[in-house]
T-cell receptor, first 114, second 109 residues
Framework: ETGVTQTPRHLVMGMTNKKSLKCEQH?????MYWYKQSAKKPLELMFV???????ENNSVPSRFSPECPNSSHLFLHLHTLQPEDSALYLCASSQETGAPRGYTFGSGTRLTVV | GQNIDQPTEMTATEGAIVQINCTYQTSGFNGLFWYQQHAGEAPTFLSY??LDGLEEKGRFSSFLSRSKGYSYLLLKELQMKDSASYLC??????????WGAGTKLIIKP
């Protein structure tokens, strides 16, 4: 248990489905992140939230929609995904954006789009 | 563009020493991180270097040369549980983390 909890751990969804990924941290951190991890590729930053406000969106397709209702919770809403969206989705938190001591990651949601 | 290079895969023997290299080209530098990630698990923080030199933490050490854009992670007295992926990341001038693709380390008995 790292202090950042992600659910579900595994998700299989069809291209027409709508689903949501959930991330929760009780570390008192003010910044939260969504990353996409594909095999043999660097982590791709998708979204950054600082104090519940989105500060960065790295040109992510609109079929991914983030939500941060409070500083402890982060969601990633998914709809009409493509097979190439299959990957490990990691949530992370840090004391603040640009925290020099790095991030605390969750164990991820393994997403398969069929 | 910004780039982090590290070997895709390495193999080593239990009890031995292994060095995982990382070279980087980034817009500015605010520190270099090493993370360990076991299969199906969260990446976990191993080390942070912002000044040149060697930082030792038990069996793991991390070295940085800013002038060469180079770092390595040294693992001593390898154990089977050290089989994992090791991720190198650099924080650039905008305090964004730039990630390498990771090095998968396989430990053989």
């Amino acid at each position: 248990e790292t202090g950042v909890t992600q659910t579900p751990r595994h998700l299989v969804m069809g291209m027409t489905n709508k689903k949501s990924l959930k991330c929760e941290q009780h570390l008192g951190h003010n910044a939260m992140y969504w990353y996409k991890q594909s095999a043999k590729k660097p982590l791709e930053l998708m979204f950054v939230y600082s104090l519940e406000e989105r500060v960065e969106n790295n040109s992510v397709p609109s079929r991914f929609s983030p939500e941060c209702p409070n500083s402890s919770h982060l969601f990633l809403h998914l709809h009409t995904l493509q097979p190439e969206d299959s990957a490990l989705y990691l949530c992370a938190s840090s004391q603040e954006t640009g925290a020099p001591r790095g991030y605390t990651f969750g164990s991820g949601t393994r997403l398969t789009v069929v | 563009g910004q780039n982090i290079d590290q070997p895709t895969e390495m193999t080593a023997t239990e009890g031995a020493i292994v060095q995982i290299n990382c070279t980087y080209q980034t817009s500015g530098f605010n520190g270099l991180f090493w993370y360990q990630q076991h299969a199906g698990e969260a990446p976990t923080f191993l080390s942070y270097n912002v000044l040149d030199g060697l930082e030792e933490k038990g069996r793991f050490s991390s070295f940085l040369s800013r002038s060469k854009g180079y770092s390595y992670l040294l693992l001593k007295e390898l154990q089977m549980k050290d089989s994992a992926s090791y991720l190198c990341a650099v924080m650039d001038s905008n305090y964004q983390l730039i990630w390498g693709a990771g090095t998968k380390l396989i430990i053989k008995p």
